[in-house]
């Protein structure tokens, strides 16, 4: 593996497994997020997050927007997978189980510029902060 | 009065409050930046109050405080639906004051529009987890659908399980394409308009009946 001796020369990519997000609160699941983000890291979720949690995640990223500098942090991009056809019931719902299995990825938008996307494919650009 | 009507009154009271047919209902107006959600606000009222909602402007993120017109009135067929109508900012997942700049809009003012442009996304997404009761989404037919601002708002809207229709606006434009709407939400019905021209307004109106009376 090539060395890296500064951090700065390259792009981290943070791959978290849906048993790591598992125990973790709405909240703590969005600083993480966050928190990886806002350090320019691309943000890979092996399970995706709740529409209320994506609801809180894109009213949080909007306090954090520093709108005099945009380089430091203008927003995200974040792009999924299509959600599947399948109608959870009322009770999956309520569990909070029918978000299984949507990879999602999630990174500065001054850094990341989606190439393409389809129902299998998701091509990024990623340039260094 | 005894106990018992005090509490048959306060039950009454309580079921009248969660159930009333009569209870105004506050629709949300949403969707992306520059999909002409205050020209459609302003379609609705003033068709129907004489007044309009907010100024109208190319410039995206020109609404950027939620605003409510209250009492809107609809008459369909003999009946009338009585709604609220909130005009909410456009949302999306990032904002860049450079953006303004292509507006012949100072450095200054962007970065102010830009900072007020963020707090009223924020603003957007609690009224839409705490305070409308039905949706309206709105998209530019010329523009492409398939993007994930649109797909993540619909499928917040649909986990609230709040009555949706999706407008595909600006038909009166080259390049517009309706069809493509309808295929990207195939779940929900799609009501094709010209909100600046009030193109379609008549199935418009009869769609918000039917859905939020």
């Known amino acids: ?129 | 009065m005894g106990l018992f009507t005090e509490l048959r009154d306060s039950v009454s009271r309580v079921t009248n409050r969660l159930f009333s047919e009569d209870e105004q209902k506050r629709i949300g107006i949403y969707g992306p930046p520059n999909a002409g959600k205050t020209t459609l606000a302003n379609r609705i009222a003033r068709d129907w109050t004489g007044d309009a909602v907010g100024p109208e402007s190319h410039v995206p993120h020109e609404t950027r405080r939620a605003r409510r017109k209250e009492n809107v009135d609809i008459e369909r067929n003999g009946k009338s639906v009585s709604i609220d109508i909130v005009d909410t900012p456009g949302v999306t997942t990032k904002v860049d004051y450079e953006e303004f700049l292509d507006y012949d809009i100072d450095e200054e003012d962007a970065v102010r529009r830009s900072r007020e442009a963020t707090e009223g996304v924020a603003e957007a997404m609690h009224w839409l987890r705490e305070d409308v009761d039905g949706v309206i989404y709105v998209l530019d037919s010329t523009e492409d659908p398939f993007t994930q601002v649109n797909t993540m708002l619909v499928g917040i809207i649909e986990s609230q399980d709040l009555p949706v229709l999706i407008f595909a606006n600006k038909i009166d434009l080259d390049g517009s394409n309706v069809q493509q709407i309808a295929n990207a939400f195939p779940q929900h019905e799609t009501v094709e308009l010209s909100a600046l021209e009030g193109d379609n307004m008549d199935e418009v109106y009869d769609m918000i009946a039917e859905y939020f009376g």
């Open chain 1, 1 to 129: 593996m090539p060395e890296v001796k500064d951090p700065s020369d390259g792009v981290q990519i943070d791959l978290i497994s849906g048993e790591r997000m598992e125990g973790m609160t709405g909240m703590e699941k969005i600083r993480m997020i966050l928190d990886g983000v806002r350090e320019g890291n691309i943000v890979i979720l092996e399970q995706g997050l709740t529409p209320d949690e994506e609801s809180k995640l894109i009213e949080v990223t909007m306090t954090e927007i520093t709108p005099a500098d945009p380089e430091d942090f203008n927003g995200i991009e974040i792009e999924t997978y299509p959600r599947g056809e399948t109608d959870a019931g009322l009770f999956s719902r309520l569990m909070g189980k029918d978000e299984s299995s949507k990879l999602t990825v999630i990174g500065p938008a001054n850094q990341i510029e989606t190439l393409h996307k389809d129902e299998t494919l998701i091509s990024a650009l990623v340039s260094r902060k």
